[in-house]
């Protein structure tokens, strides 16, 4: 078991980043412009640290399978960015943000990445009002804010629910800019197949242009994946059908430790599964449950009736309903973290009180929040007696101003009116806390190698609070990385340029290929989807939500099957040489076919419930999660040994100086 040296500056916590700024090696800028940084995902983080480091003078070159950064999944990003600015005076602080993600995150992240992560946030959104991103203002002009779960404070920034669109703009606008100057060369619908190294260290990829077929040797003398994260494993999700866990994943199998893959986010407001044949999910934004109100029937007959369509919500009384988060968490109400949600929804619904016709939903009534908005505009107009028409007129309107777009979208895909009828919502699969080991510079294991975003796992341990995707995205690109590769790159500056034709980028591009020839020559009759579906029906299935021993060790089993059926029975159509989606599919799924084996020993080797990670067998007698803070207070570091199921454990130690361990608590 190696030592993992996370690099962590010594002295307090709250002098740390800025000490370590001050002590690391700089390049200067005539140096910068003789070195080379390829920058793979250009979505939030990608995109931010692609453009900084280009502003800074380095020679950035940026790869997506997109046919334009700006279609980055950030994109999808709804409901806000958190930053403790205090704009609402509420007692937010560098601390408290501190705070509510350790807490948030069941005490599983480091003490110094989170502190550094609540310094730098405020930085953020002063640098996105400068690139016009239009964040939501109050009536005076100031910066408007919202509550998202897990906090007691309004800190989160956004532009109705579009605010990751809004962002990426701003990233995508900043990296244009730099693309006219020549400092960014831009390699759209390219998709990186493996990582390269020269004498232990990364220098460069191997790509395939994903309109040619063709592949190709690209050098650098550092190498930035903010690729996103994994949570296609599960098939459903609400991550774009395109994203994957290739270029981390090919990162690992070059060395890099996978770190804590178990840690999965299941977001509690996403619109229900339909149907079998439905290749994904959509996420309705947390933002909603600021306002909306989560219920279930009382009554299983009024539960079952609704399920039947022979009575309708609205229909039932507020004594016929249950209003589950208030009635067990009441300090928080539905503002618990996301993790709790969830769990509280699949209880309520697999004890029979769920409300669509597959019985796994609950209700997001926004009926009380359009009363209160409708008195208070009424009252702010002088009409101290309105009708209750005019009340629900004037509500409407404020709750369309602040989600008219998320309510719009519902309508399109539910064909029902949300301003009339409560939501459905459910469960389902959006982030991922794990993915690649990094230090306290956010370099992996393998010198040279960066992950940034949610290709890493350093911020959120084992649950992510909501808004705080986008934040750690923008500061690891705009505010870290640009600082911390320097320290590396200090040491290259009479490198020169890295050749390509060398005998390890001819090893490397000699195993893609075969990889491809491979994949191409298996000659079965099985779809890539089949076994796409297959595999996230067994992680959905056995580890979900809930995990237990019994469930994990079949998944194991069940998961080395499926992934040696695929490499004999798969069928990938067309040629290798051109433009092939089913190819691109293949490689993706055959990554994911090994990743989720890994995310099952995970979860088997963790005995303990955290955060996401939720095993049957150890929680409360109220059934929340049930820590071992004395055996599993680590970051579990996977090393690739050629076989998943011999993958070397090392472990992280994480140490509390700050802030004191105990059971969350959220009533």
Request: a neutral charge; aromatic letters at 10%.
């Amino acid at each position: 078991m190696a030592v993992l040296d996370s690099k962590i500056p010594e002295g307090p916590l709250e002098e740390k980043w800025e000490k370590h700024k001050n002590n690391i090696n700089l390049v200067n800028p005539a140096n910068k412009r003789n070195i080379d940084i390829i920058v793979v995902g250009t979505g939030l983080a990608g995109g931010s640290a692609a453009a900084t480091l280009a502003e800074l003078g380095y020679n950035v070159k940026t790869f997506c399978y997109q046919d334009s950064p700006r279609r980055a999944h950030s994109i999808a990003a709804q409901g806000g960015i958190n930053a403790s600015k205090n704009y609402q005076g509420d007692g937010d602080s560098d601390y408290r943000l501190f705070y509510d993600t350790v807490k948030g995150g069941d005490y599983r992240s480091r003490e110094a990445n989170v502190y550094r992560l609540a310094q730098v946030s405020g930085n953020i959104i002063d640098q996105c009002v400068a690139q016009g991103v239009p964040f939501a203002r109050e009536y005076g002009g100031l910066l408007d804010n919202r509550s998202f779960g897990g906090v007691l404070v309004s800190r989160t920034f956004y532009a109705k629910g579009q605010t990751g669109q809004q962002l990426l703009l701003g990233a995508y606008s900043a990296m244009n800019r730099q693309i006219n100057r020549g400092k960014i060369l831009s390699y759209n619908r390219h998709e990186m197949m493996d990582l390269v190294l020269v004498d232990g260290k990364a220098r460069g990829i191997i790509a395939r242009n994903m309109l040619t077929g063709e592949i190709e040797r690209h050098s650098a003398h550092a190498v930035v994946l903010a690729s996103g994260g994994y949570g296609n494993v599960f098939f459903l999700s609400t991550n774009a059908m395109g994203s994957n866990v290739m270029a981390a994943w090919r990162a690992h199998r070059r060395g890099a430790f996978f770190a804590n893959p178990c840690y999965t986010q299941i977001h509690p407001t996403c619109i229900p599964v339909t149907g079998e044949h439905q290749s994904k999910l959509t996420l309705m934004s947390e933002s909603l449950r600021n306002d909306g109100r989560i219920w279930v029937p009382k009554k299983k007959e009024d539960a079952q009736a609704i399920r039947e369509g022979k009575k309708k919500p609205t229909e039932l009384s507020e004594e016929e309903r249950d209003y589950y988060l208030e009635r067990r968490y009441p300090a928080f109400g539905n503002l618990v973290p996301r993790d709790v949600a969830s769990r509280a929804a699949k209880e309520r619904c697999d004890a029979g009180y769920g409300v669509n016709k597959t019985g796994e939903a609950v209700f997001l009534d926004f009926a009380s929040a359009i009363e209160r908005y409708g008195k208070e505009r009424a009252f702010t107009m002088g009409h101290k007696s309105p009708s209750k028409e005019e009340i629900i007129t004037l509500g409407k309107e404020t709750v369309a101003a602040k989600y008219g777009n998320l309510f719009d979208m519902y309508q399109k895909i539910v064909d029902q009116n949300p301003y009339e009828t409560p939501m459905m919502i459910y469960p389902a699969v959006h982030y991922t806390m794990g993915g690649l080991w990094v230090d306290y510079n956010l370099q992996t294991t393998i010198p040279g190698c960066y992950a940034a975003g949610e290709a890493n796992f350093s911020d959120h341990g084992a649950n992510r609070l909501g808004a705080s995707a986008l934040m750690q995205g923008l500061a690891d690109g705009y505010f870290v990385l640009p600082y911390t590769i320097g320290d590396y790159l200090a040491n290259d500056i009479g490198t020169g340029k890295i050749p390509t034709d060398s005998s390890e980028f001819d090893a490397v591009e000699k195993d893609v290929t075969a990889r491809i020839e491979k994949l191409m020559n298996a000659g079965g009759k099985n779809s890539v989807d089949s076994y796409h579906k297959k595999l996230g029906q067994i992680m959905w299935n056995k580890c979900g939500m809930a995990r237990n021993e019994q469930g994990l060790k079949e998944a194991l089993k069940e998961i080395a099957a499926l992934r040696e059926d695929f490499w004999k029975n798969v069928r990938v159509p067309g040629t290798a040489t051109g433009k092939n989606s089913e190819l691109e599919k293949a490689g993706r799924v055959a990554d994911f076919l090994e990743l989720g084996e890994l995310f099952a020993k995970d979860a088997l080797h963790r005995s303990e419930s955290a955060g996401g990670h939720f095993r049957e067998e150890y929680q409360t007698e109220e059934g929340e999660a049930l820590r071992d803070d004395e055996d599993f207070r680590y970051v579990a570091a996977w090393e690739y040994t050629g076989n998943i199921g011999e993958a070397q454990l090392h472990k992280e130690e994480l140490e509390f100086n700050n802030i004191e361990l105990k059971t969350r608590s959220y009533k």
